[in-house]
DNA sequence: AGCTATCAGTATCAAATAGATACCGTCTTT
DNA sequence: AAAGACGGTATCTATTTGATACTGATAGCT
């Protein structure tokens, strides 16, 4: 594994450097809609408006820009059937779903974590409250 | 796995539940800086300074915020040492360190396939400048 | 005594991003 | 003729992110 000579951390170099792979997709998830949709993708193609009741707070535009930008990654796929009323469906590419797998492993994480991590956060805002209240 | 009876997708209900821990977690993940913050400090304490230095980028008001945001959620601990220079270590705590493995899948996957998203983002762009121009 | 440096941040302001809300064009159904 | 489905776009505002400058405590040097 390539390592920078001036490294201290024993993280690979690209880590740590601003144009590389790994910086890459942590924006990539890191997209606040992005993963969501992804996994909403999973099984079959769903059309737009599927899309915006499935993850139901997103605003259109909001969903478009990040349906737009995963088609430009390469990661999903946009198909307009020439119907009436419009049909657009969007779906996995073979790139989208090899991204599931590790999402899955962040999910499962999440399931077993996440109270420990609600409870910080509460306990973390008592001990703040109390600091202030004297 | 529990289920919303409306659900089409497959997906366990809480991933489109917008308090679910799923989405906690990938807003946790989404943070610009708070993944790689916490592969910085996967090995050993490091003091505020050399997270700077490391993190090359991110600007001193935006580095405390994400400390600030991962100490409330029980990722890291801050320790500040009672010396002159100050010294304030950052340290992963088990929860944090918990994290480390399912982030360290998601670089795998980056390795392997950044190369294929960064190509497919050169050819939309060049689709894109073609229709422009006609 | 005064000057400079180190460290861990804040304060202030500008720029980029996300979100709310309203609207559009095409066609079908009523 | 009116209303509705669909897949968006346009416009404006609110929130988040970022650039830059600055602070306070102390140590070491001159």
């Not at 606040?32 to 259109?60: G, H, I, N, Y």
């Not at 009436?84 to 492993?105: H, I, K, M």
């Not at 420990?116 to 973390?124: K, P, S, T």
Request: net charge negative; with cysteine.
């Amino acid at each position: 594994m390539d390592t920078n000579p001036s490294d201290t951390t024993g993280l690979p170099a690209n880590v740590l450097d601003p144009d590389c792979p790994s910086r890459v997709i942590f924006q990539r998830i890191g997209d606040k809609w992005a993963s969501l949709v992804v996994q909403v993708l999973a099984d079959r193609p769903v059309r737009f408006s599927e899309l915006r009741k499935m993850v139901s707070v997103v605003t259109p535009k909001v969903l478009t820009q990040t349906l737009r930008s995963l088609e430009r990654d390469g990661l999903v796929t946009r198909t307009v059937h020439a119907q009436v009323p419009p049909r657009v469906d969007y779906e996995l590419t073979d790139l989208g779903r090899s991204l599931l797998e590790p999402l899955a492993q962040l999910r499962k994480w999440a399931e077993g974590n996440v109270p420990a991590i609600l409870a910080a956060r509460d306990a973390y805002d008592d001990a703040q409250d109390e600091a202030l209240l004297g």
